[in-house]
């Protein structure tokens, strides 16, 4: 491959001036490590993964293995588009090179709202955890963890790598101890896993329904979305034309184990409806344990969350800078967000994404899971409607990891996606809606009218290999 990927609407010139470019330095492994620690699967398992068992009881099982089953199809969608277009503004810079640049500054907002509301839904966790130890405020604890991974982010990628690497053998230590007690003290037996149940306000078991399972299908994604951002790294990845691939499905294996198999061990484990819908995991552990016990698995999952915020700010900052790069904002912007410091990271880009998240840590969580779950699965959509224009053209001859079952998968997908929507709080369908009706006036106003000196949506030039 010798040109340069460009929107399918028109071929459009460089710009004058010379874009900065990020470094090669990471392999499979690295790359896997990173996106696996932004998956954080121990800090989903005990933030995230209480919720869905507080609404779903012991569907919660069932509802993330579904959820799982999704995936596949939409890390297939992923590994293709990423190493056809491997570039660090990850499903924007896809979505816009095959579907257009509209539909492209889209999936860039949906995905912006992504990043900048996941690290902190995770961050406030960290006060809960360090319970056993010291007492804390959550929101204030959630603030500083993303202060000091904003602080992280400005470091060099290959040694943030190693020090993710380190966080997330504890963090996967913490989710192997919870397994083992789980199974170890079980009070129900795989039928549990099917039986749709959870504690009602009377104490007696309702019955979850079908509909339920569906709607908490969104949160069920983004629990594992986190294996999509190997595409963000797609630019320092070496060899990106089959690293790409290799990463996203790698992490998305490894994390849904580390996630699902804990998640079957407390179905199983918990002594009763009630204690497993109400979803105090540190408290169950120590129960079937020690308090001793229970205080080193909270203390490795406080540690699983300032690392994932770490990683967090770090990849999302690589889609603040390729939006830059691609001229996304006002000239200011652009070069204040393209900038790269010291150790090669895109420092005002990381600001710009850890500083907005300690805000948002005091924003109520219901409404930015709602909000992240809606956005998750309507990102998910246009990957997979980029996926059907990936083998027209000149795509059809790119060198790229090719998915199985074209275009069967892109199309199943995009209609079980489509459902999942429907099935959402009014509220949360308002919320993305407003924002994503705000981004539509502004392309229409700003981006549409500068289309030869805005939203310039290219590839880096050493990405053809």
């Not at 990891?401 to 959402?424: K, N, S």
Request: charged fraction near 10%; include cysteine.
């Amino acid at each position: 491959m010798t040109d340069t990927l460009r929107p399918v609407e028109t071929a459009l010139p460089q710009a004058s001036d010379s874009p900065q470019k990020l470094k090669r330095s990471i392999g499979v492994v690295g790359g896997t490590l990173l996106t696996l620690s932004c998956v954080t699967p121990a800090s989903t398992l005990f933030v995230i993964v209480p919720d869905l068992f507080g609404s779903l009881g012991t569907a919660t099982a069932l509802t993330i293995a579904i959820g799982s089953l999704l995936c596949v199809a939409v890390a297939f969608c992923y590994s293709e588009l990423g190493t056809l277009i491997p570039s660090a503004g990850g499903e924007y810079a896809m979505v816009s090179t095959l579907a257009g640049r509209l539909a492209g500054w889209l999936v860039f907002v949906l995905s912006l709202l992504v990043v900048v509301i996941v690290p902190p839904v995770i961050a406030v966790g960290t006060a809960d955890y360090l319970a056993p130890v010291v007492q804390l405020d959550p929101s204030l604890t959630g603030a500083g963890v993303m202060l000091l991974a904003t602080l992280a982010g400005l470091l060099d990628l290959r040694a943030n790598a190693w020090i993710t690497g380190v966080f997330l053998v504890l963090e996967v230590i913490a989710a192997a101890v919870v397994a083992v007690l789980g199974f170890a003290h079980g009070h129900r037996g795989p039928g549990s896993l099917v039986s749709m149940q959870v504690a009602g306000a009377d104490g007696h078991a309702d019955t979850v329904t079908a509909m339920l399972v569906v709607s908490g299908l969104a949160i069920a994604l983004f629990i594992t979305q986190g294996f999509s951002t190997a595409v963000y790294l797609s630019e320092e990845l070496e060899h990106p034309r089959r690293n790409v691939a290799r990463t996203v499905l790698a992490t998305l294996a490894i994390s849904t184990v580390i996630i699902l198999v804990p998640v079957v061990a407390i179905t199983f484990g918990a002594s009763d409806l009630a204690q497993l819908t109400g979803g105090d995991i540190g408290s169950m552990v120590t129960a079937w344990s020690n308090s001793a016990v229970g205080a080193f698995v909270s203390i490795c999952v406080a540690l699983a969350i300032i690392n994932a915020g770490i990683v967090m700010v770090i990849q999302n900052s690589r889609v603040m800078f390729a939006s830059a790069r691609d001229k996304a904002w006002p000239q200011p912007v652009n070069d204040a967000f393209s900038k790269l410091g010291r150790f090669g990271s895109p420092w005002v880009a990381t600001l710009a994404v850890g500083v907005p998240g300690a805000a948002l840590c005091f924003v109520n969580l219901d409404t930015l899971y709602g909000v992240t779950g809606v956005s998750v699965t309507g990102m998910y959509l246009l990957v997979a409607v980029a996926s059907l224009l990936s083998r027209r053209g000149h795509h059809r001859h790119t060198s790229a990891w090719r998915m199985p079952l074209w275009p069967v998968l892109p199309v199943l997908l995009i209609a079980v996606l489509a459902y999942v929507l429907t099935q959402q709080e009014t509220s949360y369908l308002l919320w993305t809606g407003g924002i994503t009706a705000v981004a539509t006036l502004y392309w229409a106003l700003y981006l549409r009218p500068r289309r030869e000196t805005r939203w310039l949506v290219s590839l880096p030039e050493d990405a053809r290999d």
